[in-house]
């Protein structure tokens, strides 16, 4: 287990700190999971209370958070990214393990410097896995597939044939990348398979969740832009182009051919229609359905999906009908009278 | 196969039951499917017609059930109940079968007694294994991972570093326990992975379905209770904690940090927005999707949830709403002809 | 890489075809994507413009296109059918590869003529595969499972005891079959698990996709028609009955015991409530819930599901709103005017 004293720890936030404590600081926490061995952060003044009862060896605090007596607190510009720094420390780097005798690699396939190979993977023929790549246990790399340096592939995630991945790229567990796309053909009395034969490219710094599947493309490529992020359960369709810096939440589901701009972020459970686009800079609202384009730098929401303070309106006006609906019956009562009234008058 | 005879069975479920049949049963069967070996029960008297028109061999069925004359039935008081113990005979036990000779199993690895693990099942350094667990094929047990005692960990499910199993839990294929939680904060201009370093941990007789995935906590845990079971492509985020016995249906997700009281149920497709508190005893319908805290023992239904009866008034509204339309229209020429028959009388 | 000439491939279209063009064509592609060694195909005159712009060595339009000039095209039939025949000879078969050395293989089971098995497959006991079936590295297909001929059972995808597969049956990376329903009574004081005991049963042509998992019955028999394609992450239910031809678009998930008509569709996300019946050549729209059985050939849509053109007009209904609250509350006022104005008359 790593550990750290806590003057190592205000050296890496400040250089010039120098001091003599021999405090052992063993982990990270929240402030309430703290012990007297981890450090925490707190961004807001609101947090205070639990600031001075959390039992975290220090707290990360932004410079102007209020006094906090005998409480042991580093006051500090950008408090998340300096906890983000130290969180970084204690999470290590998976160590270097090189190939298990019960891995599985074709002759021909090319391993970089500082492969790691798990036990049960298997590397099949031709394929390239660029320096410091990690495949794990039961993981599968097809025919031909690519990798660039420094990729994580998890335990029994599977990369097809057709797959290209950048430098960086993580797949986490039981994904799978290159799987044929959904594509048939009806001629005259059963479904015809339309043979998949395109690839699938993954930019640099791109992760994929547990149990998301990154369809090949029917021809040509399905995308996945550098920097983006997929949680799990996601279903990215045949010949999608999605841009970099996209986050897809879980259970996310896109039709193929839809294309995404940078930047955009689809809430959990969204699901897209084919052959749609979806603006860069835009967000869509968890459990939204995108029915129709959306532009640049918006905000969707709904099922369809429309404009989100128009969708908002619309719901707060649904929760009103079953008054309105009484409304609309009492105005008809009153017409009625009324309009008996006005003809009697009519008639005097 | 198993096979029993009738008296065999009938003592089963009542020690002072003694005759001499030697009639072979071979299963349990619903009591369309039965055949003449087979066992069925019916629990309602309205079932009578089935039960008759039945080929079991034997139909469990309440004590006040109607008569069936020559159809033979054993009149009992919880005829599910005794279902399920006759099932559970012939569900039988999965035999033991030792470490088959292509599993791999790292030299610091512990496991109890009776332990089978099938081939090309890896174990890594450090796991505990408990007595009597089961590891199937292809299966992947982490780096320091613990199981307690009679796990049956499915062929090609993925248990990585800092899961702690209890006992009796069954994980089913292509599920993943403790993959990493999705968790980025931006900076400068893309997105940066916070190490998701906590635990999960998992109580007894925790079921978890095929491709289901439990993510590990960022820090802290992620907690699932003894006794809740989980059902096939479920999501639950890092740092959730779910109470016992609970029920999570299919495709259920549930973001980060949500915690959800004992004995509640989740419909299946329901998606719960981060940091919430679901109650304990509370039911939310169906494809819900949770947008605020839920008390405790209520039945919650909608996009947005909210209570089932409010939930369902809203949406027999809805479907009255063309009608109102057109009400409302009609209304309008009402009033502009009484309107303008007033204002006439008005200037008479 | 295969390639074939440009006669090669006008001689399978039309076996009269005869010229000597020794025009080499690497591959099939769209227009947009084309090269100068691609065929490519137009179905529509619209595409007219794209047709001409297109790099590819020849399109496939029909006859009665509008003219292109030096652009050859070649005019035929059934464009669309005519491209997927050249498409399959550039997709080519999966060469047979035998049994891999890493492979673990029960000594009790069958394997027909040309079955390969890729490194650490597991064929567990009395497992049978027919001829010319190929199973993917690390796939587990468990005891006593039979596979017809010519299957595919892709990497990582888990098939447990239980289950029948007809002849070429494809199934993708990490989707099960045969996994235990969920199926639990509650006695006492907890859940009690019912036994899964029962079969799966999965027609000639099937197809299941990545990730997707077809339970087990609990007595009885899970069944999914031939012909039927099913997308990634669908979750099929225990004793479901899918007919024939069936489509299961991505993320659909279909509760225990429903059966589904011949032909019919359900589009992305749907789900459906246990125990119903759908009818056949019935299409349910993307994100639908259906809540009560759906008859023959019809189009249902929404949550509840609903005939599609009702749910459409109160949809369009619940876009007006908000306008219609204005409307009602412009109403009461006019009423109320009128109303005093009659009094007064009414007083005079």
Redesign the interface.
């Known amino acids: 287990m790593l550990t750290y004293t806590l003057d190592q720890l205000a050296r890496l936030l400040d250089p010039a700190h120098h001091g003599d404590s021999d405090m052992l600081i063993r982990?990270?926490?929240?402030l309430e999971?703290a012990t007297g061995t981890t450090v925490a952060f707190a961004e807001d003044a609101k947090l205070l209370d639990k600031v001075m009862a959390s039992a975290a060896a220090v707290v990360l605090v932004p410079k102007d958070f209020p006094d906090t007596g005998n409480r042991l607190v580093w006051r500090i510009d950008k408090p998340?990214?300096a906890f983000?720094k130290i969180?970084?420390l204690?999470?290590g780097k998976p160590a270097f393990t090189g190939i298990?005798e019960?891995a599985?690699i074709d002759a021909s396939a090319t391993l970089g410097a500082k492969v790691s190979v798990?036990?049960?993977?298997?590397i099949?023929k031709g394929a390239m896995i660029g320096d410091g790549s990690r495949i794990?246990?039961?993981?599968?790399i097809?025919e031909g597939v690519v990798l660039g340096r420094d990729c994580i592939i998890?335990?029994?995630?599977?990369v097809?044939p057709g797959a290209i991945l950048g430098n960086r790229v993580?797949v986490?567990?039981?994904?799978?990348i290159s799987?044929?796309g959904?594509g048939?053909?009806w001629?005259e009395?059963?479904?015809?398979?339309?043979?998949q034969?395109g690839r699938v490219e993954i930019g640099d710094?791109v992760?994929i969740?547990?149990?998301?599947?990154i369809?090949r493309a029917t021809?040509?490529v399905t995308r996945i832009g550098r920097?983006t992020?997929i949680?799990?359960?996601v279903?990215v369709?045949h010949n999608c182009d999605i841009g970099e810096?996209v986050?897809l939440?879980?259970?996310v589901?896109i039709?193929g051919s839809v294309s995404i701009g940078d930047n955009s972020v689809l809430g959990?459970?969204v699901?897209v229609?084919g052959h749609l686009r979806i603006g860069s800079g835009t967000t869509v609202g968890?459990?939204s359905?995108v029915t129709k384009d959306i532009p640049d730098n918006t905000h969707y929401w709904g099922?369809?999906a429309r404009e989100f303070k128009k969708a908002m309106?619309?719901?707060?006006?649904?929760?009103?009908?079953?008054e309105?609906?009484k409304?609309?019956k009492e105005?008809?009562k009153?017409?009625e009278l009324?309009?008996r009234?006005?003809n009697l008058?009519?008639h005097e």
């Open positions: 982990g990270v926490s929240s999971e998340r990214i983000l969180t970084e204690f999470a298990h019960r599985s798990d036990a049960c993977a298997v099949a794990g246990a039961g993981a599968f097809g998890e335990a029994n995630a599977t097809l993580v986490h567990p039981a994904a799978t799987a044929d959904f048939f053909v001629l009395d059963h479904h015809h398979k339309v043979p034969i710094d992760e969740g547990a149990c998301s599947c369809d021809l040509g920097g992020k949680d799990n359960q279903h369709g810096n986050l939440v879980a259970q589901g039709s959990g459970k699901g229609v968890g459990r359905t099922t369809p309106r619309e719901q707060a006006a649904a929760a009103r009908l079953p309105l609906i409304q609309v105005l008809q009153e017409i009324l309009s009234l006005v008058s009519e």
